[in-house]
């Protein structure tokens, strides 16, 4: 059935206007961009400004969805801060091609390495030369070192009730932020276990707590086992958060349940592969986890001996892989708080999904300071 020219320009215009929302309605949007078991979460503020936190990899699919979301979604014509956990291809690989399509502001990044990050040697140095060239070259407005302690300069909404935001580097090259005054032992402290894993850049990942109000996110980015203990042993640096992004794809050498459990996330967002990720060790951590209401993915894991891990259908934004061809555009989930800060609405677009939630005003809990 064919609409009628006037009805088609007002529905195009009603989608865009949704689309849009956040710029004019005081929003805090997030988005999780279908980058395939890599990493790139796109935040946009009620100020309008946009965040990137990672890139994905090379190739043009993930830099085009990139753009996609921000262009054509959030309604942004420049990444104004572009933030990098650590140095890894699934992580670093897209803004280089995405810096090709739109400009980029100011960005934030640990030293980048002259070598492997994971130190493997001469002939991976060599490679590492190669494949880092087009992250080394990007254009942007600046660069700036991240550190812990790191606070990203972002506008606030004026006026009466406007609410705090802020965005804080946690912890990045195994050093963290200072305790918060008043912080007390962590009663899940006598519940570690330490893991033997490999060094990688992994272990020396930035990762951020964006607050807005009330509300709390975290992004831990590819953050490994034993030094997400760190963030909430022997005290815990961040409290309860509403939204935990599942650290590195939800894989084993992550998730550690002592951080899920002083976290409490209401939700959880897996930014996970059809065949990577949803590890049976973080999903029942997360399972575990007290007043643990939700976990979504981006992707149903589609490997036979994963199955059991996945979310329900409904919490998953592509039910099946989307690798191939590169030009079919990955379904997104979307978050966006309530102005007041009070609410948030968690929304998969593809499937007309929408649940809201109820932020935790208060944010103590097993170990955690407000």
């Given amino acids: 059935m064919k609409l009628r020219p006037c009805l088609a320009a007002c529905g195009l ?10 710029l004019s309605d005081h929003t805090l949007d997030i988005y999780w961009n279908d980058v395939e078991g890599g990493g790139s979460t796109l935040i946009i503020t009620p100020a309008g400004e946009s965040i990137l936190i990672d890139s994905g990899s090379p190739g043009g699919r993930d830099s ?65 030369q190669i494949s880092s060239k087009a992250y080394r070259t990007f254009a942007s407005d600046q660069r700036n070192h991240l550190q812990a302690g790191t606070v990203i300069p972002l506008k606030v909404v004026p006026g009466p009730g406007s609410l705090p935001l802020a965005l804080r580097c946690i912890v990045a090259d195994q050093k963290f932020v200072d305790p918060p005054a008043g912080a007390v032992k962590n009663p ?30 975290w992004d831990g980015g590819d953050l490994t086992w034993n ?16 939204v935990y992004q599942v650290d590195h794809h939800g894989l084993a050498f992550s998730n550690n349940p002592v951080l899920i459990h002083s976290f409490a996330p209401t939700v959880s967002v897996m930014n996970n592969g059809s065949g990577k990720g949803t590890e049976k060790s973080t999903v029942e951590g997360l399972k575990s986890s007290p007043g643990i209401l939700d976990m979504y993915q981006v992707h149903k894991d589609l490997r036979a001996d994963h199955l059991a891990n996945n979310t329900p259908d409904e919490f998953c934004a592509n039910l099946a892989s989307t690798s191939r061809p590169p030009t079919i555009p990955g379904n997104i989930i979307k978050l966006s708080v309530a102005p007041d800060g009070k609410s948030y609405t968690i929304t998969i677009p593809s499937t007309g999904h929408t649940k809201t939630y109820q932020t935790r005003m208060g944010k103590d809990g097993p170990g955690g300071q407000k």
């Fill in 227 to 242: 030094f997400e203990t760190k963030v909430v042993v022997p005290v815990n640096l961040v409290g309860q958060v509403d």
């Fill in 13 to 22: 215009f009603l989608l865009a206007a949704r689309a849009h929302a956040g």
């Fill in 188 to 217: 899940l402290a006598d519940q570690i276990v330490v893991h033997q894993l490999v060094p990688t850049d992994n272990d020396n990942s930035a990762a951020f707590v964006l607050d807005f109000g009330p509300f709390r996110f």
């Fill in 64 to 128: 085009a969805r990139i753009h996609d979301t921000a262009v054509n979604v959030a309604g942004v014509k420049k990444i104004d801060y572009y933030l990098q956990t650590h140095f890894h291809m699934d992580h670093i690989g897209g803004v280089g091609e995405l810096a090709a399509l739109m400009p980029i502001g100011q960005v934030y990044e640990r030293t980048v390495p002259g070598h492997d990050p994971d130190g493997g040697g001469a002939s991976a140095d060599g490679r590492w």
